[in-house]
Structure formats: structure tokens, C-alpha cells
């Protein structure tokens, strides 16, 4: 029996750690707390991290450094910064939604659809538009560059599909005074392909003018614009220039609920008054 016992109190002692792996362990513990708190504090200044994948398995590590209002790019496991850009001044960081939602300040989007994930940053919120600044990733240099054009245009959505963007600006009468835009990709740049704007006739708010532009030879130029005004139970559309085909792309109807409330007339030689 003595025996055993010695033979049981033997391995106990060969898996009882030594006093250098216990000090490892103690170590590892310790860096573990210590990460986990960094973390912490971290998020509670206002620093997050973010993976952001490129393409497939080229994946980076996105910072958004809210005191030092820099987004920073680094390596994905580690390695020094590989490009740092700024985040706007206009938006409120220290407090509200973008500190519980930090993911809701940038996107990560191939916008110029050449199989790359690039990545734009909110710029300016305004009551019913937003602006963002768009960095288009380049797989030759691995760095990216701002695109002041496309960062001009608000509310920009795409279409894989057709591989073009759409923007659209709202502005006041309850939305009734607008601009919207296509944009195609020709030469690695965006190109604005058709615009559409509505305003008042000049002083008269109870008027609109709808003008539409398309890209041809080389340049936007007037394609449809109709002066739009209310009359007994409906609305008149008079033409002013171009045809009526590329106005009837997106109708819509200010002061009639059908078409068959819309008197059309033909004003490009007499005029619309």
C-alpha cells in the first residue's frame, strides 16, 4: 500500500507545473487582462477596430481614432500604419450615435466595381442628404487616393448590375426642388451621364421646371425640360425644350394623382404662358 501511495505522490509531482511555467502562465494571464482592458479603454475613448476586406483573403485592420479624428489603415495582424486619413470636423464624435454605432461612420463598398472593396467616411449630415469623402483603393500601389469628384455628390447608391451610381440631393418645398444624377465609370473616373433638376419657375412657387441633361458627344446637354404649373383638378406639362421621351424615364406628378388629371402642351415655339 506504501507503496502506491509513493508512486501516486511521484507523478503529482511531474505534472505540477515548475516554478518557470508557472511564472509563463502568470505572465499570459496577465497579458490577457491586459489586452481585454485595453480593448475597454479603448472603446470607452473612442478608438474601435475594424476589419476591412479588400478582396477574398486580403483583409486589413481598420482604426477609427475619434480624439485624434484620423482613420487609420494598418496590416491586418500587425505592422506599423500603411495610410492615415481624416474624419471630418462636421460630425459630432464625442457623443450620441456615433459613439454607440461607430460602423455607421464608414462603408465599405467596391464603388468603382473593379473587383476591390473601397471605403468612404460620412463628411456632413444635412437634414435629408448626407456627403461622404471616397477613397478608391488601387491594387498596383496597395494604397488609396480621395476622390474629390465622387465626394461632391450626396447620397450616392450603386448598381452592380449596370455597374453605374446614383445620387440624389433633396432640397425644400417638402422635396419638391431635387437634383439626381447618373454616374458611369469611363477611364478609371465617374462620369456624370444624366442629370435631372427640378426648381421653381422663378418667383412663381406655385410652378416647377423640370430640366433633364444626358451625355452626348462628349458633354451633358439638355435633353427634356418642362414647366410644370397647377391647374382645376390637375396639372400642366408644357415642353420648353428637347422631347418629351426623356422626361417620361421617371414621372412622377406634382399636382394630379393620374394621368388622367395632366394636360400636356407643346410650348417649345409659343411658350408655356
Known amino acids: 500500500m506504501k507503496q502506491w501511495a509513493f508512486i501516486i505522490c511521484l507523478a503529482l509531482a511531474a505534472c505540477k507545473p515548475s516554478p518557470h511555467q508557472e511564472r509563463v502562465m502568470e505572465l499570459q494571464a496577465m497579458e490577457d487582462d491586459t489586452l481585454a482592458h485595453e480593448e475597454l479603454h479603448n472603446s470607452d475613448y473612442g478608438i474601435y477596430f ?21 482613420a487609420r489603415i494598418y496590416p491586418q495582424h500587425s505592422g506599423p500604419v500603411i495610410q492615415e486619413m481624416d474624419l471630418s470636423n462636421d460630425i459630432d464624435l464625442e457623443a450620441g450615435y456615433y459613439l454607440e ?27 435629408a442628404n448626407g456627403w461622404s469623402d471616397y477613397h478608391l483603393y488601387d491594387p498596383t500601389t496597395k494604397r488609396w487616393h480621395f476622390d474629390e469628384e465622387l465626394s461632391d455628390y450626396p447620397n450616392i447608391t450603386l448598381d452592380e ?23 458611369d465609370w469611363q477611364n478609371a473616373k465617374p462620369v456624370l451621364i444624366r442629370k435631372e433638376e427640378q ?40 415642353l420648353l425644350e428637347g422631347e418629351w421621351e426623356e422626361f417620361d424615364r421617371t414621372p412622377f406628378l406634382i399636382f394630379a394623382n393620374s394621368d388622367a388629371q395632366v394636360t400636356r402642351v407643346d410650348g417649345r415655339k409659343s411658350g408655356c404662358k
Open 199 to 238: 426648381t421653381s419657375d422663378g418667383e412663381n412657387t406655385e410652378a416647377f421646371i423640370r430640366t433633364i441633361w444626358t451625355y452626348r458627344d462628349g458633354a451633358l446637354k439638355v435633353a427634356s425640360k418642362v414647366r410644370i404649373s397647377e391647374i382645376d383638378n390637375g396639372e400642366r406639362q408644357c
Open 50 to 70: 475594424f476589419d476591412y476586406p479588400v478582396k477574398h483573403d486580403l483583409i486589413y485592420s481598420l482604426q477609427l481614432h475619434y480624439p485624434d479624428r484620423k
Open 101 to 127: 454605432e461607430p460602423q455607421a461612420l464608414f462603408a465599405i463598398q467596391d464603388v468603382n466595381f473593379d473587383g476591390y472593396a473601397d471605403i468612404s467616411f460620412l463628411r456632413s449630415l444635412g437634414v
Open 161 to 183: 448590375k449596370d455597374q453605374t451610381l446614383s445620387f440624389y440631393n433633396k432640397g425644400g418645398f417638402g422635396g419638391a426642388w431635387y437634383e439626381s444624377g447618373l454616374l
